[in-house]
């Protein structure tokens, strides 16, 4: 799968990559920038302003305007926002390619951002947050995340906190734009069928008013963990969530893909170790999962379970012991389980890959914050050339039990008895 990448006469980036096949396209404005490039006054104004790109512009007035438009053309859209990045696409039939251009830059770039509106949509704001802190599966994540980065912008809720909602207003959002959405941080994917001249003449068209700025700064974080930490959020719940983690590798770390497949041995898939384990042989858990999160300067390897609260106990000694086993060599990986990983990992970007949404993802991110970008194919080169020993190295480096993390949402009153389990 082969990318173009082009830089228009303001500074601004535009990848694209063509899918002659196929009838469809996706249009991505991207911007590098996120809850943790947030003051802390100012916490979750990275959210609330993807939200208020759907409320009107100068082109499209209302957000019954711009979904109006957008339903009429059959597409599919969405924003996003993490705790490093904010995008928004558009993915439509190809014959509608200018439609996507056309209503994303009034979306994003000149959004109207109404008083009214905004107060309009913080009422949502906070029922959005009132509806993840009452379910645990959601919760349980911002928890562990105040575990790993307390004090630190990785640590918040990347929707902010009721009272930085309810102090957010119009100058805000303004000042915020302004700073963070220009071309040093903005970035375009154009994905599917479509001429690349007409891409880039678009990209120009309705994005070349976009002019330079500031890189944005953002707080650093270095671990520096010394023993085993625990965070309890005692709730009366039917099933007892919980997440056990270790800190893991940057997002250009030279081990992140031999990490990769380590997490997908421990954790990913019914026939993967902890699946077997808990919920196979013990029938401890229905949900069971391990997951990596990388950052620009840090990451999280972490492993997330839903289970009875009285075998929560159980539960967490069988992680352990299989997450220490492995970094012991007790129970050692083997080549059959790194083949079965290499080919999961190859099987599900290629499905991804199919859909011109995906590709957007895939190379975006990429393209925000990698040094150099790497085709499907590339990618697919380097997983094969991992070895067993790069796997073992990895386990024995992040499965510390010194720096063990525990995040728990449950019907439980005090803490002793997990401290226990993690020493």
Not at 354 to 377: H, N
Request: some cysteine.
């Amino acid at each position: 799968m082969k990318f173009d990448l082009n830089i228009l006469k303001n500074g601004l980036r535009v990848l694209t990559v063509a899918m002659p096949s196929l009838e469809s396209a996706t249009v991505t404005v991207w911007a590098k920038t996120g809850s943790r490039n947030e003051e802390t006054s100012v916490s979750g104004i990275s959210h609330f302003l993807e939200h208020m790109a759907f409320k009107g512009g100068r082109k499209y007035k209302s957000q019954e305007e711009v979904t109006y438009e957008l339903d009429s053309l059959g597409s599919e859209y969405n924003a996003g926002t993490s705790n490093e990045w904010t995008n928004f696409y558009i993915k439509l039939r190809s014959a509608k390619l200018e439609m996507a251009f056309d209503i994303l830059s009034d979306m994003v770039v000149h959004s109207n951002l109404e008083e009214k509106q905004i107060e309009k949509e913080r009422g949502v704001i906070l029922e959005e947050i009132s509806m993840h802190l009452d379910t645990p599966m959601w919760n349980i994540g911002d928890i562990f995340s105040e575990l790993m980065f307390p004090n630190h912008p990785l640590g918040r809720d990347i929707a902010g906190t009721p009272e930085s909602v309810k102090s957010l207003h119009r100058e805000d959002f303004l000042n915020y734009r302004k700073r963070q959405y220009h071309t040093n941080s903005m970035f375009i994917t154009v994905v599917g069928s479509f001429r690349s001249q007409e891409a880039l003449d678009l990209s120009e068209k309705y994005f070349g008013s976009l002019t330079k700025g500031e890189v944005s700064k953002f707080e650093g974080f270095n671990p520096n963990q010394k023993s085993p930490r625990l965070k309890l959020k005692s709730k009366e719940t039917e099933q007892a969530h919980f997440i056990l983690g270790f800190y893991g590798h940057e997002r250009t770390h030279k081990d992140r893909y031999a990490e990769g497949l380590l997490s997908i041995i421990l954790g990913k898939g019914m026939s993967s170790r902890l699946f077997t384990e808990v919920r196979t042989k013990r029938g401890l858990a229905y949900s069971i999962s391990t997951s990596i999160e990388r950052y620009i300067d840090c990451g999280i390897f972490a492993t997330y379970a839903g289970v009875h609260p009285d075998k929560i106990s159980e539960s967490i000694k069988v992680i352990l012991d299989q997450i220490y086993g492995i970094a012991s060599g007790r129970y050692p990986l083997t080549v059959k389980e790194l083949q079965k990983a290499k080919e999961y990992v190859k099987g599900k970007t290629a499905l991804g890959l199919e859909d011109t949404t995906e590709v957007s993802e895939y190379f975006g991110q990429r393209a925000l914050f990698l040094p150099k970008i790497d085709t499907p194919e590339e990618f697919f080169k380097r997983i094969d050339k991992i070895e067993l020993a790069e796997l073992e190295k990895i386990s024995r480096d992040i499965f510390n039990p010194k720096k063990v993390n525990l995040a728990i949402i449950g019907p439980y009153k005090n803490e002793e008895k997990f401290a226990k389990l993690l020493t």
